[in-house]
């Protein structure tokens, strides 16, 4: 039987909640904290599976509601699986759906078995149930497959966040039924209870019961504030196995990922850094560079001094913006390949600095450069 999801822990920082380890995988492994690229459609827009690799991406995010829809799963399998399919040999991570389900169809219908909803691409009606997603997961051969969930709409009141925790909790005994491949040993519990403390604690615990190889943290980055997250992590990761990842669904910005790794996540995913390259918005050591600013239009220096990926070495801050403003399709794959690059490395800069147990000086230094406001 293939290996499964199996985390290695290798050091905790003295000051804080933050680890480094590698995740070993059937496709490789791979070293965390970890950013993971979106790539929703079975591509990182606009990159190659060589760029990505040669920027350093350990692994990437896919998502089952998409691709079941199109080009479908069957299709994908005959293909023999994502990984062939999309020429991608390093590790796959595949979120459920439950999430895209309700940021993407308007009409659905939650109940016990499954959620009823229309396609957002031909309004035609869909039913999708924890048996259905692992089933659809197991087509694509996802490396780290996440169990369905309902992510609660933000605010959400008490009662509906227990009602709705329940439920998450029967779908993912449901998931893990279902789940036949891999020796069960690759689907990820995802935490629920919104930003209640006590909820938090309560539904990591009955996860952890259930002896997942891994574990999501979800129903955050949907509008809260940044320190009701922090606080909701603080209430979860605690009562999660040590010795099992975290990943945090959703969360891409560089103040968030390090005060993410801080309480305890080794793994991040987030349309964040890609979409915003395909407005010419990208993150630099200095802060946000929104390169179509007029103030760039004679800058022939590097977007980012600091930055030695490939496009801040060959280059100018003048070419990126005449291409985002002519619309040039070469300018967001530019901005999209260093807004990457930057996460990518800012994670191994952030566990280089837990080898060291210097995460909070590097975090003092890093907010200061970005242009962070000290909390
Ligand atoms: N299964 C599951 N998946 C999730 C995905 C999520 N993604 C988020 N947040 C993404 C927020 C988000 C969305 C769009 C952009 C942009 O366009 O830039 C940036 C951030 N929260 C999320 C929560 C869940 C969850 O509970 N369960």
Redesign the pocket.
Known sequence: MRPAVVYELLKTDKETGARAGIIHTPHGSFPTPMFMPVGTLATVKTLSPEELKEMGSGIILSNTYHLWLRPGHELIREAGGLHKFMNWDQPILT??G??QVFSLSKIRDIKEEGVHFRSHLDGSKLFLSPEKAIEIQEALGSDIM?SF?E?PPYPASREYMIQSMARTTRWAERGLKAHTTMDKQSLFG?V?GGVYSDLRQQHAKELASLDFPGY?I?????GEEKHLMNEALEATTPFLPADKPRYL??V?SPDALIDGVIRGIDMFD???PT??ARNGTTMTSQGRVVIKNAIYERDFGPLDPNCDCHVCKNYSRAYLRHLIKAKEAFGIRLTSYHNLYFLIKLMEDVREAIMEDRLLAFREEFFEQYGYNKE
């Open positions: 979120d459920s439950g999430f996440m969930d992510c995802i629920q999501s979800g129903g955050l980055s949907v669904m959703g891409g987030c349309v964040l979409r915003i």
